[in-house]
């Protein structure tokens, strides 16, 4: 390991090392699905029930809140970490896995929870360090739409007085220890559409007498690939991808139909606008030509995660004095963040925390079923927050 800056969050953050890949086992051995996060919430509540000096509250059933008081006047600022789960089953072998069939923690939110908890703590241990309000949010429901965060900006209110917001995603793709942080487009626009193709059915002999949903289906995945290729400026970044394709039961049968998926990715509002037409419009010219029908769903999913400059320009002044030469700028992901949702109230920037360790097997992509964490990246998720948190906090930051 690399020497890193001496600093106050630096030290602290490392003491807690033991109590921080505790909270996460436990929370790892114990994942709930979005909306269900009912034993994950009461755990959260409860640690932070035995801290001083902080008001916790549940704004929603599964979500919980902690507010702390600085000792000095400044602004508000709302720290989040993400509290769900995923339906999926862990093939992890460590003795903390997964006792949820099914279930798994296979994003990294058991770390966020975790490294939260650890700012709750180094806080709450000396509220006169601390400027204005800090508030941290413990949020339900990240991976599943419309997102726990949409609900607590709509339904509560969290957000009020709120002058600046920050978080975090732990990234198995970047080295543990380093902290990447990028202005303005950061994170993707995730939506989604179903399509149905109608043939029509008949013996596989004869297909001059049917009308080959499967055939017209392979032709709208072809076609839809020329959206991104040739209706769309290389410069502008937009992502189509058929995820499912589905028709059929045997192999002597032509069937009616098919049933097709798919996600939309994008930063652009135009580009997002644009994309359900483009889409379409493939849709309705290949089943035509083919003497099929169609049915279309577009369903917008969260909105891009565009970081404001200025707040991600201090994130990484932060990061290169906690992490000096390990602070780098993030690439954009085209994947989709409900973290945005905050973003439409107040000014705020979400960065990354590396934690891929190929010797730890920690490099797995996030949401595979083998996925895990290397703890020492938590040490420095506390270490970039609770510096972020005190800095923030102050008066004009
Ligand atoms: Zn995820
Ligand atoms: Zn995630």
Known sequence: MTTLPETTSGERAAALAPQLTAWRRHLHQHPE??????????????????????????????????????????????LRADIDALPITEENQFEFVSQNEGVMHACGHDGHTAILLGVAKLLSERPEDVSGEIRMIFQHAEELGPGGAEELVQSTSLMDGVDVVTGLHLNSQLPTGVVAVKPGAFMAAPDMFEIGIRGRGGHAAHPEEAVDPVAVGAQVVTNLQHIVSRNVSALDNLVVSVTYFHAGTTHNVIPDSAQLMGTVRSFDAELRGRAPQLIERVLKGVTEAHGATYTFKYEKGYRPLINTDWVADKLMTIARSEVGEHAQLAQPSMGGEDFSAYLTKAPGAYFNVGSGNPLLESDYPHHHPRFTLDEESLVTGVRMLHAAALELGKPGA
């Open 33 to 78: 699905l979005g909306f269900q996060e009912h034993e994950t919430s009461a755990y959260v509540a409860a640690e932070l029930g035995k801290l001083p000096h902080l008001t916790v509250s549940r704004p929603t059933e599964t979500s919980v809140l902690a507010v702390l008081r600085g000792g000095q006047p400044g602004q508000t600022v709302l």
